[in-house]
């Protein structure tokens, strides 16, 4: 089973931007109801409209109870980003605890995986890439990034240096969250061409550079594979 308290652990570049930290249930239920609302908006009609007044009333509460966890409509954003990560490394964690993890491809086509169903499943999603990219303190690599490449150090042996695989694993998530995002940005159910597209990119950029006789995992998932998924979807779609 992978330690995936390597995806769960705390993370160093997280900031506080909730004024009140709930203690109470009643006081987390509200501070949920006020972020649920604010995610409905953001799918409704984008983060850059939300304001504080919207989430009071959608949530049905008033300004003030808004505003006694939030300074400003920024902080809500913030809020449901760390919410938004939070919830997508713990669908990571989780898939990865059912999954047969035979290469460190397994690993990543989890992680992509995740990351697709979340924009499906998790209302407000999209503002995960309204603000700052997460980094570690000590590294210009995303955060995320250096977590998933200390699982795969642990569960497999690459050919590549520590600062090498941080380098591709960080560019490799980041190439096909970019994907998927836009596969969201075009249809609202994902746009299945950008998701073949986003898999196959990051397979051959990362077995360009770890070794193809490592990257074809437990599903079968090889280069001419998602060459042939891609072209199927293309020859439906066209």
Same mark, same amino acid.
């Given at each position: 089973?992978?330690?995936?308290? %390597? ?17 109470? *249930?009643?006081?987390?239920? +509200? ?12 799918? =409704? ?22 505003? *006694? ?7 809500? @954003?913030?809020? !449901? ?5 939070? &919830? ?9 605890? +059912?999954?047969? @993890?035979?290469? $460190? $491809? ?5 992680? %992509? ?50 600062? =090498? ?13 970019? !994907? ?11 746009? =299945? ?19 193809? =006789? ?6 079968? $998932? ?7 998924? &891609?072209?199927?979807?293309?020859? &439906?779609?066209?």
């Amino acid at each position: 089973m992978p330690n995936v308290d %390597l995806i769960l652990g705390a993370d160093p570049s997280r900031t506080r931007v909730i004024r009140t930290e709930p203690t109470q *249930r009643r006081s987390t239920q +509200r501070l949920d109801a006020l972020l649920d609302a604010a995610a409905e908006i953001v799918d =409704e009609t984008g983060f850059e409209r939300l304001t504080t007044q919207m989430v009071a009333e959608r949530a049905g509460a008033s300004i003030g109870t808004v505003y *006694r966890y939030f300074p400003d409509r920024v902080a809500v @954003l913030h809020a !449901l980003r760390e919410r938004s990560i939070r &919830r997508f490394r713990e669908r990571v964690a989780e898939d990865l605890e +059912r999954a047969e @993890l035979e290469t $460190w $491809w397994d690993v990543v086509e989890v992680t %992509l995986d995740a990351c697709e169903a979340l924009y499906r499943d998790e209302p407000g999603f999209s503002v995960v890439h309204s603000g700052r990219r997460e980094t570690a303190d000590d590294s210009p690599e995303p955060e995320f990034a250096l977590r998933i490449a200390k699982l795969i150090e642990a569960e497999f042996e690459l050919q590549a240096d520590d600062a =090498e695989l941080h380098f591709r694993l960080g560019i490799a998530i980041e190439l096909g969250d970019a !994907l998927i995002s836009r596969a969201f940005e075009r249809d609202a159910d994902g746009d =299945e061409r950008y998701l073949a597209e986003a898999k196959r990119i990051v397979h051959d950029y990362l077995a360009e550079h770890f070794g193809r =006789e490592q990257a074809t995992g437990a599903n079968g $998932w090889t280069p001419a594979l998602g060459d042939a998924i &891609r072209l199927r979807v293309a020859s &439906r779609v066209d």
